[in-house]
Each structure stands twice: as C-alpha cells, then as structure tokens.
T-cell receptor
Framework: TQLLEQSPQFLSIQEGENLTVYCNSSSVFSSLQWYRQEPGEGPVLLVTVVTGGEVKKLKRLTFQFGDARKDSSLHITAAQPGDTGLYLCAGVNNQGGKLIFGQGTELSVKP | SAVISQKPSRDICQRGTSLTIQCQVDSQVTMMFWYRQQPGQSLTLIATANQGSEATYESGFVIDKFPISRPNLTFSTLTVSNMSPEDSSIYLC????????FGPGTRLTVT
C-alpha cells in the first residue's frame, strides 16, 4: 500500500514568515500533485511535478520533487493571510494513475 | 477544465436512513471518482465510476453501502446507505480531464 506522510499537520504563522510543508513516502510515484482546499470547497490543483529533482515556482510558492520521486516539498515565501487553507499533496501511483493523498497541512496565516 | 456541482451541499440525517448525493459536470467525462474526507483527515477514494459499467470500489468500501449510478457522461450519484455516525464526512465528486477537478463537496452529518 502506498502511503504519503505529510508534515506538519497544523501550522500557524504570522504574515511575512516563510514556511515549508513536507510530503514523504517510501514508494515511488509517477508524479506528485499539490492541492489547496478552502472551507466549503473541493481541492484545487496548484501544480504537478513529474521529473525527479524538478522545481516549479508559482509566485511565492516553490514546489520540489525529490530525486527519487518519493518525496516533495512546498515552500511559501512571505506568507499572506490569503494563503490560509488546507494544503494536500497527492501522489499519482504507477498503476492506474490513482491519487494517493497525504493527510494535509492546515495553514493559518495571521495578519 | 471542468466545473462540478453537487447536491445537496450539506445534510443532517438520522441513523439508519440513506442519502443520495448528486454530481453534475459541465462537460462529458469518462472517469468520475467519489472521495470521502473525514473531519480533519485527508481524501480517501471510495470508487471509480465509468459510464456504462459497474463502479470499481476501493478496499474497505462495498456496493451495498455505497451504491453508485452513472447514467451518462455528465452525471453520477452516490448513495450512503443505512447511515451511522461514522459516515459523517464530506463526500466529494471528482473528474479527470487531463487535470483532476473536484466538486465543492457534500457535508454529511449523521445523528
């Protein structure tokens, strides 16, 4: 069974601080996705990383896929209150392309 | 892209009753998915519903408890049968058209 361990589970920071969320597994994934979910809504895809070692940037968000395609990180620079939400990583498994979700990181950015 | 709507958005139901959740997509899609998101937890795939065939259920989920219909390429229903408080969750419909898109979810509380 493929599992994704996401940490931290909760994060409360002040506006302007930096943060990193980690997503780790003992399994290899064909790709890894990061989603953001706001209350009362479904998850929205932020990025997909496919190649080992790949780094993608989305404004103040930087996503990295580990060289072995088993882990990923999301780094937010100078967090804003609008970044508040649930961040989910999801690995795409090699068989059937199913999404395996991590536990999620509940981020709160205080003004 | 795909825009997904779900009905109802929330419901409070009594133990032992059943609830049918509807999922409508604004375009024709082959693969539709149903997920469960329990309070404070991540998303778990219940089943994959393809039009014209029986739904494929994940380990731990059975058709008698979660019957699914997929009458056409834009619509699906998930029924939560003989509900218990442990079924209290957010139920999410999802489709894959290149990217994966999620509906806003149905928040179910069983008393």
């Amino acid at each position: 069974t493929q599992l994704l361990e996401q940490s931290p589970q909760f994060l409360s920071i002040q506006e302007g601080e930096n943060l990193t969320v980690y997503c780790n597994s003992s399994s290899v994934f064909s790709s890894l996705q990061w989603y953001r979910q706001e209350p009362g809504e479904g998850p929205v895809l932020l990025v997909t990383v496919v190649t080992g070692g790949e780094v993608k940037k989305l404004k103040r968000l930087t996503f990295q896929f580990g060289d072995a395609r088993k882990d990923s990180s999301l780094h937010i620079t100078a967090a804003q209150p609008g970044d508040t939400g649930l961040y989910l990583c999801a690995g795409v498994n090699n068989q059937g392309g199913k999404l395996i979700f991590g536990q999620g990181t509940e981020l709160s950015v205080k003004p | 892209s795909a825009v997904i709507s779900q009905k109802p958005s929330r419901d409070i139901c009594q133990r032992g009753t059943s609830l049918t959740i509807q999922c409508q997509v604004d375009s024709q899609v082959t693969m539709m998915f149903w997920y469960r998101q329990q309070p404070g937890q991540s998303l778990t795939l219940i089943a994959t519903a393809n039009q014209g065939s029986e739904a494929t259920y994940e380990s731990g989920f059975v058709i008698d408890k979660f019957p699914i219909s997929r009458p056409n390429l834009t619509f699906s229903t998930l029924t939560v049968s003989n509900m218990s408080p442990e079924d209290s969750s957010i139920y999410l419909c999802s489709v894959r058209t290149g990217e994966q898109y999620f509906g806003p979810g149905t928040r179910l509380t069983v008393t």
